[in-house]
């Protein structure tokens, strides 16, 4: 039988880092609605901190990072919308605690691995910088890494 919708959305929000990310930032600013500008939202948020992705922040350390097209926002589906545009523009383990298992998941699929021992793409930037941080050579992560047969 297939999931009903709640299971459906629970199961994309759990599986799709972005969608999760998304999520998490719109049930935190729901409660702000509408969002006329940067500065109301400091101004509402200025005595509490919020969570993106491992890390707390308070708004105010967005100021200028934030482009002006962002607001208003007047409504769930435009806030929506420019969450994702937004989530999309971070890297994606950035603010990530990779001491972490979910850490650890976001950066693999961030790398572009599908399964376990299946290594990411060559032109995969963050699998590039992760191997020389490792101090392999780029191309040691972009074969298949799978049992020797």
């Known amino acids: 039988m297939p999931p009903d919708d709640t299971d459906l959305r629970d199961l994309v929000i ?5 969608a999760r990310d998304i999520y998490e930032l719109a049930q935190q600013l729901e409660q702000f609605m509408p969002i006329e500008s940067f ?3 400091a101004e509402a948020t200025r005595d509490r901190r919020l969570r993106f992705r491992d890390t707390e922040f ?10 002006s097209i962002a607001f208003p926002v ?4 435009s806030m929506v919308a420019r969450l994702g545009e937004l ?3 971070v ?4 603010g990530v605690d990779l001491d ?8 693999r699929r961030a790398r572009g691995e599908l399964l376990p021992g299946v290594a990411p793409r060559r032109d995969n930037a963050v699998a590039v910088a992760v191997a020389s941080l490792r ?6 992560t972009t074969v298949p890494t799978g049992p020797e047969q």
């Open 14 to 18: 759990s599986e799709v880092d972005d």
């Open 39 to 41: 500065d109301r939202l």
């Open 58 to 67: 308070d708004v105010e350390s967005l100021r200028g990072l934030l482009p």
């Open 74 to 77: 007047a409504d769930l589906r």
């Open 87 to 89: 989530v999309r523009g």
């Open 91 to 94: 890297p994606p383990t950035l």
């Open 100 to 107: 972490s298992e979910s850490g650890v998941a976001r950066m």
């Open 135 to 140: 101090g392999q050579e780029p191309s040691d």
